[in-house]
């Protein structure tokens, strides 16, 4: 069974970078490829990308291009996602969730991060 | 963009049968995931491959996809059946993971 867990919520300020971790745990990384999603207060959901285990390389939506790096440690099965250049509309929950079938099914998440951005 | 619609709300009694649906353009020719979110919580993966279900979610959960519309369909629905109900897809030509917009199912 994939458990993943999060760190801890952040605030920062706008402008800032926050870099949020998911490490997981029942697979590798090279198992299962990792995706982002966040959500918005009272919003639905939102991909933000994921890794590749094939190649270890990211792939972003289009929105985030510029502004998210997402990285992989294999050694302790911890992902990262962090994002530049905060402003107040990137306050959200922020989860990672994993894709074992590589069938862009979201078959485990994570607990949440909450990020908020505010002066 | 590949855009997915859903229905904002829905509402139903115990007991009955809940339709969510989740309409796309040609999104029979996707496959369909869908996930419940309950107050508080992270998304769950109900429906996977547009009708599979994983293990531990009821059979009361099916679902189908055909056309221009998937549906997600809820059997004898019970009172923790309320949550926020998202369909999503891959879209291949973008390479883009795609949610709709979700839809909130009350327990009346």
């Known amino acids: 069974q994939v458990q993943l867990v999060q760190s801890g919520a952040e605030v920062k300020k706008p402008g800032a970078s926050v870099k949020v971790s998911c490490t997981f745990s029942?697979?590798?990384?090279?198992?299962?490829?990792i995706h982002w999603v966040r959500q918005a207060p009272g919003k639905g959901l939102e991909w933000m990308g994921g890794?590749?285990?094939?190649?270890?390389?990211?792939m972003y939506a289009q929105r985030f291009q510029g502004r998210v790096t997402m990285t992989g440690d294999t050694s302790t099965n911890t992902v990262y996602m962090e994002l530049s250049s905060l402003r107040s509309e990137d306050t959200a929950m922020y989860y990672c969730?994993?894709?074992?079938?590589?069938?862009?099914?979201?078959?485990?998440w994570g607990q949440g991060t909450l990020v908020t951005v505010s002066p | 963009s590949y855009v997915l619609t859903q229905p904002p709300s829905a509402s139903v009694a115990p007991g009955k049968t809940a339709r969510i649906t989740c309409g796309g353009s040609?999104?029979?020719?996707?496959?369909v995931h869908w996930y419940q979110q309950r107050p508080g919580q992270a998304p769950a993966l109900v429906i996977y491959?547009?009708?599979d279900r994983p293990s531990g979610i009821p059979d009361r959960f099916s679902a189908a996809n055909s056309g221009n519309t998937a549906t997600l369909t809820i059997s004898r629905v019970e009172a923790g059946d309320e949550a926020d109900y998202y369909c999503?897809?891959?879209?291949?030509?973008?390479?883009?993971?795609?949610f709709g917009g979700g839809t909130k199912l009350t327990v009346l």
């Open positions: 969730a994993s894709d074992i079938n590589s069938g862009w099914d979201f078959d485990s």
């Open positions: 999503q897809v891959w879209d291949r030509s973008s390479d883009h993971v795609v």
């Open positions: 029942g697979h590798t990384l090279t198992e299962s490829s």
């Open positions: 890794l590749d285990p094939e190649d270890g390389e990211a």
């Open positions: 040609n999104i029979g020719a996707k496959t």
């Open positions: 491959y547009d009708s």
